[in-house]
């Protein structure tokens, strides 16, 4: 089995529809992919639909990946398979979705003001209907030719956690969005924890508090983790008791990953669905299923 449990559509920083992310995922050769746009679950229902139409067989994960801060430290925390209409949880997504667009302002007028042409109708046109986000300024400032690619505006010179833009939104305490996906039937995983090449990251201190408190598992193969870095953190998830997940956090054409670049070991997989009651996988015809 492959099991991608990290992707992103245009519901909110990513360039395939939620349809077109369940057709690449099956004809990339994945048995399972989660859907895992930012603070939304607007992707799920089109995902589902487009499922049911293909004739492969691919499970479809239904997640959301939350925006967190943890002492100043931006952090994304991965839900899995939680209740989207649990009213507490539906509230601070919504929170956090509302700030996006202040905030995205906020980073347009940081970059006019250190010379930059971009413009506030030129981000919005890149979002579109997704929920915006750095991404799509980063998006902005390549086609304006500041940077060659959208990973090269994520540093400290731009768009990074401690970059000359950057502009903090609402996000939620990390040990509170552990109580509200649990509340809501829900798995967490910390997502890319020791990505440096993304800003400031947590101890792992704090990652041993996150696991005392019902941290589910920690993201240990992704792209921005160097070869040493995924081992360090597998070998962190036994010593804690933490699952080890693999994704691509792919975003179609945004970013260089491809769907199935990293995956998760089938057996973790299963044990993420067995602890989850909030919802259940969506199987297409011959799915992997729970």
Known sequence: MRIDLHTHSTASDGTDTPAELVRNAAAAGLDVVALTDHDTTRGHAEAAAALAQLPTGLT??????????????????????????EPELLREREL???????????MVAKLREIGVPVTWEQ????????????????EALVELGVVPTVSDAFTSDWLANDGRAYV?????????????????????VFAHPLAVK?????PESAIAALAAAGLDGIEADHMDHEPATRARLR?????????ATGSSDYHGSRKTCVLGEFTTDPEIYGEITRRATGAFPVPGAGGAGA
């Open 60 to 85: 479809l994960v239904t997640g959301a990946e939350l925006s967190c801060r943890l002492d100043g430290t931006p952090l994304h925390m991965l839900a899995y398979l939680f209740d989207a209409e």
């Open 96 to 106: 956090v979705r509302d700030d996006r667009v202040p905030r995205a302002k906020g």
């Open 123 to 138: 981000v919005a046109r890149i979002a579109g209907d997704g929920s915006v986000g750095r991404p799509h300024i980063a």
């Open 168 to 188: 903090e939104k609402h996000e939620l305490d990390p040990f509170d969005a552990i109580r509200l996906v649990k509340a809501a039937g829900g798995v967490t």
């Open 198 to 202: 993304r800003g400031q990251v947590v």
């Open 235 to 243: 070998g962190l998830a036994a010593d804690l008791g933490l699952l």
